[in-house]
């Protein structure tokens, strides 16, 4: 079945420890995208990439690091750098044209991560 | 710059109840896309419906229906005769034209759905 597999789905970390996020979808989508979502705030940008190889920073890129080697991977690393890394952080795709994105994106199922 | 408003974070109903959600948009675009979303105890946010700026026409799809009004800026959500299954967050979300919507999509803050057997 084509999807969003996020891994792993909870993840505990100490601090000043960096950890990598996996984001693995097999839908063939160009564009992919890392939200990150606190209680009562929606979800909040912190990264999106059209193609292999570029990406840029959303709205809450401080602290956050990704890559984009290859069409189906985009790991979020969340660095020592973030001073509140304690969150659920979905990933997402989406269908992009080079013209208009429609915008219907396709989640994962999310990683929790809690920062002790 | 755009924004989407769901004045409403928390609903409680009894079910078998109608309820509405509500969705206020900013945008100054004007061709856009209009999105709802649920999410489930589960994480994973699920598509509910697309609206284009240019499609003002109602939406039915069982029990769920949408009125788009542009003259309100609002992209209402109404469930009819409410299940417990319903009880999710729901979120409103808003993708423009102007440089493609290639930064996804902005979302409202959600709605906690409360359905009460």
């Known amino acids: 079945d084509g999807g969003i597999t996020q891994s792993p789905k909870y993840l505990f970390r100490k601090e000043g420890q960096n950890v990598t996020l996996s984001c693995e979808q097999n839908l063939n989508h160009d564009a992919m995208y890392w939200y990150r979502q606190d209680p009562g705030q929606g979800l909040r940008l912190i990264y999106y990439?059209?193609?292999?190889?570029?990406?840029q920073k959303g709205d809450i890129a401080e602290g956050y690091s990704v890559s984009r080697e290859k069409k189906e991977s985009f790991p979020l690393t969340v660095t020592s750098a973030q001073k509140n890394p304690t969150a659920f952080y979905l990933c997402a795709s989406s269908i992009w044209t080079g013209v208009i994105n429609t915008g219907e994106l396709f989640f994962g199922e999310g990683s929790r991560l809690t920062v002790l | 710059a755009q924004k989407v408003t769901q004045a409403q974070t928390e609903i409680s109903v009894v079910e078998k109840e109608d309820v509405t959600l509500d969705c206020v948009y900013e945008t100054r675009d004007t061709t856009y896309y209009l999105f709802w979303y649920k999410q489930p105890p589960s994480g994973e946010l699920v598509f509910l419906i697309r609206r284009n700026s240019f499609d003002e026409q109602n939406e039915i799809s069982g029990r769920y229906s949408w009125n788009f009004q542009k003259s309100t800026s609002s992209f209402n959500f109404t469930i009819t005769a409410s299940q417990v299954v319903d009880s999710a967050v729901y979120f409103c979300?808003?993708?423009?034209?102007?440089?493609?919507?290639?930064?996804?999509?902005?979302f409202g803050k959600g709605t906690h759905l409360i359905i009460q057997p």
């Open positions: 990439s059209q193609i292999v190889n570029d990406f």
């Open positions: 979300a808003l993708s423009e034209a102007q440089g493609g919507g290639a930064d996804g999509l902005t």
